[in-house]
């Protein structure tokens, strides 16, 4: 599973880039706003740090004005994808964009046929919103798993990159499912190394070792 960070937050991705941690990244709007930061110019600093996918969302919702948009964003660095929203103009847009070789991600996908459409559009991810499905009682693991079934019958190449990842176990069923990615805040990937037993266990060893009274350095 590749693990992606949604965040435009440097300092952040740098601590899990250096660490090997980090196979993209992807940003929106709401995390641009958060990072007080000018789009072009945190965008192009990501890409210049991550050597994957780097998703850079646009802001226009007729699909002439998203290809100009997605155009101008896929000029920052060769590594960015397109972050298209998932509606009929983002569609078009979508077609129009992977056709001359960009990547694209389709966002917000709440549903196994729009996740199919964005597949037959060529999409090269698809981005299921787990936790705002969670957030509305229903399951968003189960779009994760009809979307998997889906594009495993017919063999499309796009790649399920499920976000809106707000728990370690939403990456654990995931990856049991088979998304290709996921995307997730900092924080959650770093929770991903925490145990209660790993601690305790520490805890023991070392004051074990005190005991010793001998040192290795
Ligand atoms: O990757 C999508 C993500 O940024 C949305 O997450 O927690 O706002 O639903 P959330």
Not at 6 to 25: F, K, P, Q, S, Y
Not at 50 to 67: K, L, Q
Request: hydrophobic residues 45%; aromatic residues 6%.
């Amino acid at each position: 599973m590749k693990f992606f960070v949604d965040t435009a937050d440097i300092e952040a991705i740098r601590e899990l880039n250096d660490l090997g941690m980090v196979d993209g990244v992807t940003t929106n709007p709401s995390l641009i706003l958060k990072s007080g930061r000018d789009i072009l110019e945190v965008t192009k600093e990501i890409c210049d740090l991550v050597d994957g996918p780097v998703s850079a969302e646009v802001v226009a919702t007729e699909a002439d004005a998203m290809i100009a948009e997605g155009r101008k964003l896929a000029a920052i660095a060769e590594n960015i994808a397109v972050k298209l929203p998932l509606t009929w103009d983002g569609l078009k847009a979508c077609k129009v964009l992977s056709g001359e070789g960009f990547m694209v991600n389709v966002t917000l996908c709440f549903s196994p046929n729009q996740a199919l459409l964005a597949a037959k559009a060529g999409a090269t991810f698809i981005s299921p919103f787990i936790g705002r499905l969670d957030d509305i009682n229903l399951d968003g693991m189960d779009l994760i798993a009809d979307i998997r079934e889906i594009y495993d019958n017919y063999d499309f190449g796009t790649q399920i990159l499920a976000a809106s990842i707000r728990t370690v176990n939403h990456v654990t069923e995931a990856a049991k499912i088979g998304a290709d990615v996921m995307t997730a805040p900092p924080s959650v990937i770093k929770a991903l190394a925490k145990h209660p037993l790993t601690d305790k266990g520490l805890e023991q060893f070392l004051a074990d070792w005190a005991k010793t009274g001998q040192k290795i350095l």
